[in-house]
């Protein structure tokens, strides 16, 4: 079956800094792809939608300029968080679908960030 | 519009027992109707969908009832087990839509079940 492969799966890093996050589709063409954010206990939360070769669009309430998406092609999405604080810290998980009407959502396994 | 509804928050069943979690829907343009099965530190997992032209969807032990007049459905595990203990997502979306809503998910608040031996 079609899998979504999410690098790193964990990651610490220093306030102030920037992580990138890889989202890959690693046996179809993802036309487009989906990034959440989720809490502990909590629901995920969609941030943005890319679809390959143009920018993303941002859910309200997510920043932009922090949250950076590039999908520089159609088997990887890329999420930056930039100058990352502790409120950043949270589960994100990316998502991607093939172009055709009715595909399935298929997720990738998650990374944890925490930012110190 | 957008909300998909969720009950319960969580669910305590016993192993061999049916454990059932409910969602509501406002959006009558929701075609697309999938459940979700989260293991701690994991993404989710598709587990079963139905689309609203059947009442019934059945794969193994996993079955989704689908009330369009009600707009409501329900996730049915018969037989439940102590590795079915995970968090359960509802979900749903306009699989026709284009654009940037093209796929895009709407999910429930999730249900942590717990199934004891």
Known sequence: GAVVSQHPSWVICKSGTSVKIECRSLDFQATTM?????????????????????????EQGVE???????????????????????EDSSFYICSAIMGRRNSPLHFGNGTRLTVT | ???????????????????IIN?????????????YQQFPGKGPALLIAIRPDVSEKKEGRFTISFNKSAKQFSLHIMDSQPGDSATYFCAAKRSGAGGTSYGKLTFGQGTILTVHP
């Open chain 2, 1 to 19: 519009q957008q909300q998909v509804k969720q009950s319960p928050q969580s669910l305590i069943v016993q192993k061999g027992g049916i454990s």
């Open chain 1, 64 to 86: 932009k300029d922090k949250f950076l998406i590039n999908h520089a092609s159609l088997t990887l999405s890329t999420l930056t968080v930039t100058s990352a604080h502790p």
């Open chain 1, 34 to 58: 989906f990034w959440y954010r989720q809490f502990p206990k909590q629901s995920l939360m969609l941030m943005a939608t890319s679809n390959e070769g143009s920018k993303a669009t941002y």
């Open chain 2, 23 to 35: 969602c509501a829907y406002e959006n009558t343009a929701f075609d697309y109707f999938p459940w």
